[in-house]
């Protein structure tokens, strides 16, 4: 089955413990992105990645890092989180055709709260 | 930055009814989709129109684009309770680089049975 899938669905922590939450997906898609979903924000891009290695700032990348070193991989990386940071995340993906991109594939959300 | 405003923010109906939700945006655009988010999950991709496209349909899916007023709606026709949900929109501006979408905040759909 096509899919996004995020680990950990959820998690508790407190500020300054380094975290990762990762995203794979198996549909052989050069984009990535990650996005934070806030109240009253709507989502917003934290970073994206064309293809293996090209990596790029979004819209709110600060206390954020991202890698990508394998196409279906694209971990993101909170190395001193701080309650700021709580939030609903998400994962998306999507598959290049010519020029543009296909819409997107998500995942189902990591709910990370910072304590 | 959040380019698509979305209109109204939450709507309640009931069953059998249509929803209409519309969206607003600010500069030019390959296309705008539109995406269904359940509670707790992911979004999903429902519908694609491109801008030079005004409408499509989509079973009970209906968009149109109107690229002069920079706005787009999606028709939900005969609604069910299963249909309730956010529902997005998100433009592919002609000047991002390449795959970023630009989403709204959402209309809230509650679907009365």
């Known amino acids: 089955e096509a899919q996004v899938t995020q680990n950990p669905r959820y998690l508790i922590t407190v500020t300054g413990k380094k975290l990762t939450v990762t995203c794979s997906q198996n549909?052989?898609?050069?984009?990535m992105s990650w996005y934070r979903q806030d109240p009253g924000l709507g989502l917003r891009q934290i970073y994206y990645s064309m293809n293996v290695e090209v990596t790029d700032k979004g819209d709110v990348p600060e206390g954020y890092k991202v890698s990508r070193k394998e196409k279906r991989n694209f971990p993101l990386i909170l190395e001193s989180p701080s309650p700021n940071q709580t939030s609903l995340y998400f994962c998306a993906s999507s598959l290049k055709q010519g020029a543009r991109y296909q819409p997107q594939h998500f995942g189902d959300g990591t709910r990370l709260s910072i304590l | 930055s959040q380019q698509g405003e979305e209109d109204p923010q939450a709507l309640s109906i009931q069953e059998g009814e249509n929803a209409t939700m519309n969206c607003s945006y600010k500069t030019s655009i390959n296309n705008l989709q539109w995406y269904r988010q359940n509670s707790g999950r992911g979004l999903v991709h429902l519908i694609l129109i491109r801008s030079n496209e005004r409408e499509k349909h989509s079973g009970r899916l209906r968009v149109t684009l109107d690229t002069s007023k920079k706005s787009s709606s999606l028709l939900i026709t005969a609604s069910r309770a299963a249909d309730t949900a956010s529902y997005f929109c998100a433009t592919d501006d002609v000047y991002n680089q390449g795959g970023k979408l630009i989403f709204g905040q959402g209309t809230e759909l509650s679907v009365k049975p």
């Open positions: 549909m052989n898609h050069e984009y």
